[in-house]
Nanobody
């Protein structure tokens, strides 16, 4: 059982920045593909970014150029640096882990095995 804990959310004005962190309990974290998703009220859970165990990186078009995903395997942590934030970025942000090495989608929630509880990001206009 892998436990994921997100932190770093909060309230920020449009144009500002936040860095989200996700700490994982797994002893084999370096083999996981890690993703970030977000969900706004009344909307579907939306892919944001992912980094595979091979360190391939994926971004949603809506955040590309503004957000950066990274991982520190020594600390069992994945990060999401969010710059130039917009009100439409407001959502609960979830960290997710896939423990399968191959054949899993990275841009859909079904590709992941474990989820954190989420951290709220609110961007005011």
């Amino acid at each position: 059982q892998v436990q994921l804990v997100e932190s770093g959310g909060g309230l920020v004005q449009a144009g500002g920045s936040l860095r989200l962190s996700c700490a994982a309990s797994g002893r084999t974290f370096s083999t996981y593909t890690m993703g970030w998703f977000r969900q706004a009220p009344g909307k579907e859970r939306e892919f944001v970014a992912a980094i595979s165990w091979r360190r391939n990186i994926y971004y949603a078009d809506s955040v590309k150029g503004r957000f950066t995903i990274s991982r520190d395997d020594a600390k069992n942590t994945v990060y999401l640096q969010m710059n130039s934030l917009k009100p439409e970025d407001t959502a609960v942000y979830y960290c997710a882990a896939s423990i399968k090495p191959y054949g899993r989608p990275v841009r859909t929630p079904s590709g992941y095995d474990y989820w954190g509880q989420g951290t709220q990001v609110t961007v005011s206009s």
